[in-house]
């Protein structure tokens, strides 16, 4: 399916050279913000108190945050789960002050905000354990807010999701290679893991010189990039080794600018369809969503960046010709071996 078609090549190999000079440019800045500016890892990473909490009305996550920033919590994690009436708090870690007594505080104030007083009742666990509960009592004695769950996730843990999520992404890069490898020719494998260490280290740089928080749902949007940004780079890598076969006397350059200009229309297409489902999330997720989309609209876009100027210019450079992609045709031998 296309929307358009372009008759004429665009020479976007003729402009390769300025292209990846702003690649460079905007890469170095983005590693210079990583080490200078580090990342604002989320209470996963840096350990912290979490709290599970059920409303007998559907919960409102903006009050819960605003009380939450009033006791000195900046940018709390607040997200609903199950139901409207259960809410997860994530706090990151408070100086001088136990886990124990920052989760007492906590309640103590979201039940301030619900018109009640905090109570200690009895209750029997799932296990059928007799434990002890806290609660919020309104003016009438009904409970209007209960504490299920507190949990403190030291810094062990932390460290622990930090380093299962870095193998993730060393797999995910070892295995595209190997994928790029086979299916087309090392060349190929190179240029794309080049372009796709672009985005992420790009979506990284952002999210360290905003100070935006960094947590598990940023880490598979960027593991998500990553897989997006090879898929645009096969797209093409695709259509220049089907050029190779019908273009016998074209050069290189002229193989891959008509490559690239041939699924522009396809780019768009898929890229723009993504791109609205993405903003979708953005504007109308709310904060549980919003980093997570605002990862996935910086990766598109620069992920369609890379695949097109990048890539395909590396694997230029990197020296591919016809001849990596398509065997020789061996000629027929007129004697078919027979020997005279």
């Not at 190779?244 to 290189?252: D, E, G, I, T, Y």
Request: charged share 20%.
């Amino acid at each position: 399916m296309e929307f358009f078609r372009i008759k004429k090549d665009i020479p976007f190999m003729r402009h390769a050279l300025v292209f990846n000079v702003i690649s460079a440019l905007t890469f170095v800045a983005a590693v210079f913000f990583l080490i200078t500016r580090p990342l604002n890892f989320s209470v996963e990473f840096t350990g912290g108190t979490v709290m599970e909490l059920k409303y007998q009305q559907p919960a409102k996550l903006e009050q819960i945050r605003h009380s939450l920033e009033k006791i000195g919590y900046e940018q709390p994690e607040v997200t609903s789960f199950g139901t409207a009436h259960d809410v997860m708090l994530r706090l990151p870690v408070v100086k001088n002050v136990t886990s124990k007594d920052a989760s007492q505080l906590v309640f103590t104030t979201l039940c301030a905000a619900e018109q009640g007083a905090t109570k200690q009742i009895d209750a029997v666990s799932v296990k059928g354990e007799h434990v002890v509960k806290s609660a919020c009592m309104d003016a009438a004695g009904v409970e209007t807010v209960s504490l299920q769950k507190v949990e403190f996730v030291g810094p062990q843990v932390g460290d622990e999701l930090a380093q299962n999520g870095l193998n993730a992404l060393v797999m995910v890069i070892i295995g595209v290679m190997i994928y790029l490898a086979v299916r087309f020719e090392w060349k190929f494998a190179v240029a794309a893991i080049i372009a796709n260490l672009h985005d992420v280290v790009i979506i990284l740089g952002f999210f360290a010189f905003f100070h935006w928080e960094f947590s598990l749902t940023v880490l598979a949007a960027v593991l998500a990039v990553l897989g997006y940004s090879v898929n645009e780079s096969v797209v093409i890598f695709d259509r220049i080794r089907e050029n190779f076969r019908k273009q016998r006397k074209a050069s290189v350059h002229e193989v891959i600018d008509n490559a690239i200009t041939s699924t522009i229309s396809r780019t768009i297409i898929t890229h723009g369809c993504t791109q609205m489902m993405v903003l979708s999330m953005l504007f109308l997720g709310g904060p549980t969503l919003h980093y997570f989309a605002v990862a996935l609209t910086i990766g598109i876009c620069f992920g369609i960046y890379s695949s097109v100027f990048v890539a395909a210019a590396v694997a230029m450079w990197l020296g591919v010709k016809r001849e990596d992609l398509i065997k020789p045709i061996k000629e027929k031998d007129e004697t078919d071996g027979a020997v005279v």
